[in-house]
């Protein structure tokens, strides 16, 4: 008998219970496809009594960390925690005890993730992270391996189902964000506090990820610039549709000629035609330029047990493989650039702009607004003034299409604006990403 | 100094330059991306004078193949000669050299795949040929690792850049097929003959090789039905669009639950506004169903030598870290099923069809062919009559959906029709795929 890949799962909650449903509903496919079975061999989690829905061995659960990271058989610890400090050290100690890792945490990635490549590196371990960016889309494995011998350019994604979920939502039923949210809770597509989706953190964690390995920096979180959907309204929507184009939550990641980075998370006007423009609903999807081979463009569900566990059981397969190799399996392009990065300013962006401004209703304000942004070399290309507020007949909501303009200069022009006797509300900035 | 991996190219045309200006461009990336770098050490082609679009040393291009293949110290031999028998024999004879192959050859595999890979998996090489579907789109590699977890329900693509182009050029400006055709062979889309593509050909070519991957068959070409778009009218188009749908030539495979394999490539109706109805142009798309991601599409350039050298070379790097790793890297999911299928009859589909009937133009003649198709319990969804020919007052042509119906009772409706005195012409069948 063949010796199996022995896996320490730690955290059993949705998605560890997912991955040991899928492994018994497509055990009997998986195993002829590698060399070793893949095997659960123990699972430590702190609530070792509620039920969980999925077959095991009762003895196998325990709530002793230690036991199972101690345990010399297991040749795989598999991370799904959700925690932070906790599941950095215990990566960290698995790693050093030269067991593979496997983990969905982008959380902890995007801001430990190269450290922790250098620990893997330096034990001769594999740290594999499928599951941690996209899902049950297959992306991690395309930029190590499919697409490894392009330049890649830049990469753009919708990577967070609830937000996506939510302005499809705000823009086919032209609903209000509040009640958009309130409909993805209560269909379990949004958390209680959803700050993480709606504010685009979650996107930020994994725009890093991928942006880092793209490029072959360390790109972190805190390097991602970022405005979450929150203050979208349905009136900035309809009038984004009236100039052609859609409103996304779009994670954009560009590598500039002098190697510099920018990486940014934000409401973002994208042409209808385009291709990301018709992803709708909680699926993903992410384009990657490559100098060779244009844009390629992946889409899937990018959250849920099923898909993720797809991604998960995808590692452990390698981890299978690797282990019939006699050890590590050197996937390509792992980027271990611990500390090498340049990542550019948000203030050198040039690019054109969806500006809401609140304002005062009154002849000339409009005017005021334009000299200031003028002043600091903003151009407007169209200017649209959507409705009133019926209860406060003196503002005015107006919405300034922008050319191309430094961000900058922007920021300068609605510094001066904010100081405007006319200006009545903090003016919102969205950003127009111009594709095909 | 490390030891190079050592690639013999056999035939030097339009694909091989790129993949060697490709190297040339992108080598300072890939090599530190690899153990081992990627080397040209000779070429093989019977044109050893035309000057090529390429930096490369004369004296390694030869016109004496065999002193390519005989060499011990080229470890990859790079089959491109786009020939049948001879690439067949070529590689047979580097796979029992010990020598890994990779190829774009989807004629040759989609005919004697399953016996090349067999021999490689005997002789303990890789045979490899990301490049032969989708151009630069990784699917391939993306089936045999990042959804290996999942059982892969169905696949259906758009597969064929020259027949999407043309179908998009008569969707979108309202062309007949032979002006759609001509303009696609100005602009170098379509080959002077390009029976091909137009016909079904390379799709099916394509299709086989992705069936028999997903379900680990021996599916091969002359399994997959077969119809190309030389008969779709402008008027079929524009009344799939009233109806909601748009045609692609579409490649179609699915597992049945008796484990029997549909597989066809023929003018579809899809939703239009189904995740595949969108893509346009020379653009490739395939969706893949897996019982865990649920739909995941992967879409890109599928064609052209810039992108298939990116596939190309991100074969050539998996076998430059499988050298690193002391020899055969298992790829996971390598289907040898060789003679094992299961291929579903034509006869036992069930779908909805959209066929086109031209009649004489008189009171009674539909009534006789919808009597014809009730009688073998094909029933009508909706009828449209878009114009009389108007130099032949006594033709009309009918468009007819019908709903589900087996293919076999079709047929037989049809059989029946032909023999009518009403019916004047071939009756043209499309099939409806409903996908969201």
Do not use: W
Not at 34 to 41: E, L, M, R
Not at 377 to 394: D, G, L, M, Y
Request: proline letters at 5%; a negative charge.
């Amino acid at each position: 008998m063949v010796a199996p890949l022995n896996v320490g799962l730690i955290g059993f909650g949705n998605i560890g219970t997912g991955v040991l449903r899928a492994l018994a509903t497509n055990g009997a496919l998986i195993t002829p496809r590698v060399p070793h079975p893949i095997q659960i061999k123990r699972i430590a989690d702190l609530d070792t009594t509620t039920p969980r829905n999925a077959p095991y061995e009762p003895g196998i659960l325990t709530n002793d960390v230690d036991a199972l990271l101690n345990d010399p058989e297991i040749n795989v610890v598999l991370e799904l925690t959700g925690t932070m400090d906790f599941a950095r050290e215990l990566i960290d100690r698995a790693l050093k005890a030269k067991k593979h890792v496997v983990t969905a945490n982008k959380a902890l990635l995007a801001v430990h993730g190269m450290d922790l490549m250098r620990t893997a590196v330096d034990n001769k371990v594999c740290l594999l992270f499928e599951a941690a960016v996209g899902g049950g889309i297959p992306l991690i494995r395309t930029l190590h391996q499919g697409l490894a011998a392009n330049d890649i350019q830049a990469i753009r994604g919708i990577i967070n189902g609830t937000a996506n979920y939510i302005l499809t939502e705000m823009t086919e039923r032209q609903l209000d964000f509040n009640i958009a949210l309130e409909q993805a809770q209560k269909l379990g597509y949004a958390e209680p506090d959803p700050t993480f989706d709606v504010e685009g953190h979650d996107t930020a964690h994994k725009l890093a990820i991928l942006a880092s390995l793209c490029f072959n920096q360390d790109i972190r979180f805190e390097d991602v610039a970022r405005e979450g959907i929150t203050r979208v309204t349905a009136v900035d929507i309809a009038f984004a549709a009236e100039l052609g184009y859609t409103i996304k939550l779009l994670g954009i990641a560009k590598r500039h000629p002098d190697d510099s980075v920018e990486a940014r998370v934000h409401p973002t006007l994208l042409p209808s035609d385009s291709r990301l423009a018709s992803v709708n609903g909680v699926f993903n999807a992410v384009r990657i330029d490559g100098n060779l081979t244009g844009p390629v463009i992946l889409s899937g569900r990018g959250a849920g047990p099923d898909p993720t566990a797809s991604a998960i059981l995808s590692d452990l397969m390698v981890l299978a493989s690797a282990k019939a190799e006699g050890g590590l399996r050197r996937e390509m392009r792992l980027s271990v650039a611990t500390g090498r990065k340049k990542v550019r300013p948000m203030d050198d962006l040039l690019t054109a702009y969806c500006i809401r401004f609140g304002m005062m209703d009154r002849p000339g304000a409009m005017a005021q607004i334009l000299r200031a942004l003028g002043e600091h070399n903003v151009s407007v290309a169209s200017i649209k003034q959507p409705f009133r507020q019926q209860h406060q007949e003196s503002f005015a909501h107006v919405l300034v299409v922008t050319h191309e303009a430094k961000e900058s200069d922007l920021r300068a022009s609605l510094k001066n604006i904010e100081t405007l006797e006319v200006n009545r509300a903090e003016p919102f900035v969205m950003y127009i990403e111009e594709m095909d």
